[in-house]
């Protein structure tokens, strides 16, 4: 084992599955190169290959499986497995972000590399060299998170295995007396359009005179899977507090701008929590759920609801959070100081629970493997 070690990363992201997998991949790949380590991208479709090359900037190869698909990977173990035995590159470590992995499929490439796989859901046993889930564990469940990774050799399990980008290390959100800057982030797509949904909300909001939304930026990031963009540019031109982000490069420093954040529930959550911006958190997916929930339970992201089910009661969740975290009752000082204190605990509570670490963490585990 060198410093000059080989991995791959098998992943993908598009509009069915988002970018979150690409995401904390590069994240993972950087920190690995950073120990020495050579990273590769193996991807099974073009929406894949163009969010890492084109919308994410990865600077490492990538390859697109001609025989792969997202969610069938049983499909290219004929031309994987020969690729990681490929000549002087034979044995490379494999790291695997699917939710669509099967024994069968986990099992054969055991069999020809290291494999180290990263889980959200436990759907089963794993078998693989080194499993990771950077959930948010409380302590008295962390024991039945043990038991159910029994066939991996090693584990690392809790919210210090986050893996977080480079940009969100060692900074945060400064808090300011008064909110006035909200973020509403949905990821690369929007397959409910809930951007629209809550835009049409706060103008209904906006027309009855409802402080404080009169007097707050709205800043709305348009994912580069989103396809109701036209849509959300035409509503700027009616919102004079909207402002809509595309193909954001540094999405840590739009963060620490704003003093709320409105985000579905997966890795931007983390990174909410990495600066401490006060957020109120909603799903759109199952894989989804878990995390907002524990998200909700350790005391440090409120949750307004699943909004393929509950669109409108989820909107009235969040916009009763924006009004406490910026203006609780009323114009006067005491409301304001009140609402100040809201969100400093909320902003100590997300750092508490992410120190930004953890891709160096899982980066070290991989090189010992």
Not at 79 to 85: G, K, R, S, V
Not at 249 to 264: G, I
Not at 321 to 339: G, N, R
């Amino acid at each position: 084992m060198g410093s000059d070690r080989l991995i791959y990363f098998r992943t993908d992201g598009n509009s069915k599955i988002a970018s979150g997998h690409l995401v904390r991949c590069l994240s993972i790949a950087s920190a690995c190169q950073k120990l020495g380590m050579e990273a590769r991208f193996l991807v099974s479709d073009a929406d894949s290959a163009a969010l890492l090359t084109d919308a994410l900037s990865a600077p490492f190869p990538v390859l697109r499986l001609t025989t792969a698909a997202y969610d069938d990977p049983e499909r290219e173990l004929a031309e994987l497995l020969p690729l990681l035995n490929r000549g002087a590159e034979a044995r490379p470590l494999l790291f695997l972000d699917s939710y669509f992995v099967t024994e069968k499929y986990l099992t054969a490439l055991r069999q020809a590399v290291k494999t180290a796989y990263l889980d959200d859901l436990q759907l089963f046993d794993y078998p693989v060299d080194l499993l990771i889930n950077y959930d948010v564990i409380p302590t008295s469940a962390m024991p039945a998170y043990q038991t159910a990774y029994q066939r991996a050799k090693k584990t690392l399990l809790g919210s210090a295995y986050t893996p977080l980008r480079s940009q969100f290390l060692n900074r945060e959100m400064p808090l300011r007396q008064k909110a006035s800057h909200v973020l509403v982030t949905t990821g690369a797509s929007d397959p409910h359009h809930f951007c629209l949904s809550f835009l049409n909300r706060l103008q209904r909001e906006s027309a009855r005179s409802r402080e404080p939304f009169q007097s707050m930026t709205f800043h709305v990031v348009a994912g580069s899977l989103n396809r109701d963009t036209a849509q959300l540019f035409a509503l700027a031109q009616t919102l004079p507090g909207l402002q809509i982000h595309q193909n954001v490069a540094d999405m840590a420093a739009l963060m620490e701008s704003c003093d709320l954040a409105v985000s579905a529930s997966g890795t931007t959550l983390y990174e909410l929590c990495a600066l401490g911006v006060p957020t109120i958190s909603y799903t759109m997916a199952d894989n989804q759920l878990i995390s907002a929930r524990a998200f909700a339970e350790a005391g440090a992201i409120d949750y307004a609801g699943d909004i393929r089910t509950s669109m409108e009661e989820s909107l009235t969740h969040i916009f009763r959070f924006l009004t406490q975290m910026s203006q609780p009752d009323d114009h006067t000082a005491t409301s304001f100081a009140a609402s100040f204190r809201k969100r400093k605990s909320a902003h100590e509570s997300m750092r508490r629970l992410i120190d930004g670490n953890g891709s160096a963490r899982i980066a070290a585990a991989l090189l010992s493997l």
